[in-house]
């Protein structure tokens, strides 16, 4: 079981002290087999570090944007493990969270992504399980605030999903790119990130292309912990990459008729309401012709 996964990290402005704990950890860690650094500016001392621990330092000599960088690490890192991770490098993760999730993995071929609780660095829950958005949603989320929540609560309860519980193990349409453990080869048949976004929602987008052959799972058995920015609210710059990725995210997908959308949605079964027991306790399903 041990060296199926490898891993990409994107780095910018990050410092040795920054990323030193989850550098070390990757390192060590029994499941991985190979691990790449992409340096999308200022972050040579950190790179210089990871090499040092074996990882595979890229440096492109400019900034890619998010997505772009990990597609270049996954052609670096090729041929890849059975799973390749998405791993930002504000992540901490603790000793024995890749084995259960590769375990769960194993156990239910028809998952091709999933991701585990995110936590705060005070152990709070970050609400990264998220329905697919129309774009009312996000821009409810982003520009109304407090008082968009609260005349439109419903709304974004229902798109962050707080009407579901998520102590259990669920399908879930869309799930943060800080930490996406992804079939290779649901990557492979569906292809990597698409790079007209430079950053934002290019999570969302390989989510439902995933989830268009796959499941796209929230596994809460285990728990990161991560640093959440949210640098688009302070930083006019982000603020207009995050709208250039809304534009390009609704004309690609569509702005008010989006059928994907609402099929996707509606799959937020727990693991017990979908899974059937096959062959050696794999999972197998019915569903959209998929079997």
């Not at 193990?169 to 992804?182: A, N, T």
Request: proline share 4%.
């Amino acid at each position: 079981m041990s060296g199926q996964v490898t891993v990409s990290v994107v780095l910018y402005n990050h410092h040795q002290d920054e990323i030193a704990s989850l550098f070390a950890a990757l390192a060590k860690d029994p499941m991985i087999s190979r691990w790449a650094t992409i340096d999308n500016g200022g972050a040579r001392e950190a790179c210089r570090f990871a090499h040092s621990l074996g990882a595979h330092c890229l440096d492109p000599g400019r900034n890619l944007g998010f997505g772009a960088a990990h597609n270049l690490a996954l052609r670096e890192l090729a041929p890849l493990g059975r799973y390749h991770l998405f791993i930002n490098p504000d992540i901490q993760m603790e000793n024995g969270v890749l084995s259960e999730l590769v375990g769960f993995m194993d156990q239910h071929p028809d998952v091709g992504l999933v991701m585990p609780s995110i936590l705060y660095p005070d152990g709070s829950q970050q609400r990264l399980c998220k329905r697919l958005p129309t774009p009312f949603d996000l821009f409810l989320r982003r520009f109304l605030g407090r008082f968009g929540k609260s005349v439109f609560r419903a709304r974004m309860n229902a798109y962050e999903m707080r009407d579901m519980d998520l102590t259990v193990i669920r399908e879930v349409p869309s799930l943060s790119g800080c930490f996406m453990l992804v079939r290779t080869s649901a990557l492979q048949e569906i292809g990597a990130f698409d790079e007209r976004y430079f950053l934002y929602l290019e999570d969302f987008d390989l989510c439902r292309r995933i989830g268009e052959k796959y499941r796209t799972v929230y596994f809460p058995d285990v728990a990161v912990h991560h640093g959440y920015a949210k640098g688009s609210y302070r930083n006019i710059r982000l603020l207009r990459l995050h709208l250039t990725s809304a534009i390009r995210y609704f004309n690609k997908w569509g702005w008010f008729s989006d059928p994907g959308r609402a099929r996707l949605n509606q799959r937020t079964a727990t693991i017990s309401e979908w899974e059937i027991s096959g062959q050696n306790g794999a999972s197998s399903i019915i569903r959209d012709g998929i079997s």
